[in-house]
């Protein structure tokens, strides 16, 4: 089946300006997730959703990071006046959640690779 | 201290060699151990899955737990140039949800 599809595949901007990154997970995966994937670095934990709840935003870097999700579907990322040390590569996974907090793998899409001039 | 620790490499073998790919952890409540493994300009492949101590096996991919040395491990036999990658074990906290990874290491191998 299709796997997590994430888009631009690149995106390249101009230091100041707000920019939209998109994911579609897995169809039937309740929960999803972002990270951020700096050059030589691990990734790191922004932000999940889990169906109705309250997401965890505790990632999240700065308040010029923003995350929505319609339903148990689309999530898009949204970083507003965009700083060079935005430049990363943003993933999105997804998993499918049998609640009570069993833990079931990820599955990432290929990501964004952002560009800040 | 980082959560967890990994060497970046890279890691250089020969075609046929057995890969021992490992991290070290901080965190004794740590409990669900993955391996990712990524292709350049791809995301992050599951590779193997596991909760509990001891060796999970899945064809030419071992995957070792020790609780007690928070210590994980991934073995490949046989190694292929298209193993060439980077692995990434990532580690979870039960009933939470943010994957805490290392930083991943470069395998190369040649053939």
């Known amino acids: 089946g299709a796997g997590v599809s994430q888009s631009p595949s690149n995106k390249v901007t101009e230091k100041g300006k707000d920019v939209e990154l998109r994911c579609d997970p897995i169809s039937g995966h309740t929960a999803l997730y972002w990270y951020r994937q700096r050059l030589g670095q691990g990734l790191e934990f922004l932000i999940y959703f889990q169906g109705n709840s309250a997401p965890d935003k505790s990632g999240l870097p700065s308040d010029r990071f923003s995350a929505e999700r319609t339903g148990e579907s689309v999530s898009t990322l949204t970083i507003q006046r965009t700083q060079q040390e935005d430049s990363a590569v943003y993933l999105c996974?997804?998993?499918?959640?049998?609640?009570?907090?069993?833990?079931?793998?990820?599955?990432f899409g290929d990501g964004t690779r952002l560009s800040i001039l | 201290q980082k959560e967890v620790e990994q060497d970046p490499g890279p890691l250089s073998v020969p075609e046929g060699a057995i890969v021992s790919l490992n991290c070290t952890y901080s965190n004794s409540a740590f409990q669900y151990f993955m391996w990712y493994r990524q292709y350049s300009r791809k995301g992050p492949e599951l590779l193997m899955y596991?909760?509990?101590?001891g060796n999970k096996e899945d064809g030419r991919f071992t995957a070792q737990v020790d609780k007690s040395s928070k210590y994980i491990s991934l073995f490949i036999r046989d190694s292929q140039p298209s193993d060439s990658a980077t692995y990434l074990c990532?580690?979870?906290?039960?009933?939470?949800?943010?994957?805490?990874f290392g930083t991943g290491t470069r395998l190369l191998v040649s053939p």
């Open positions: 596991t909760y509990s101590s």
């Open positions: 990532a580690i979870l906290l039960s009933g939470f949800q943010k994957l805490v």
């Open positions: 996974a997804s998993s499918y959640s049998r609640g009570q907090g069993r833990n079931q793998p990820q599955h």
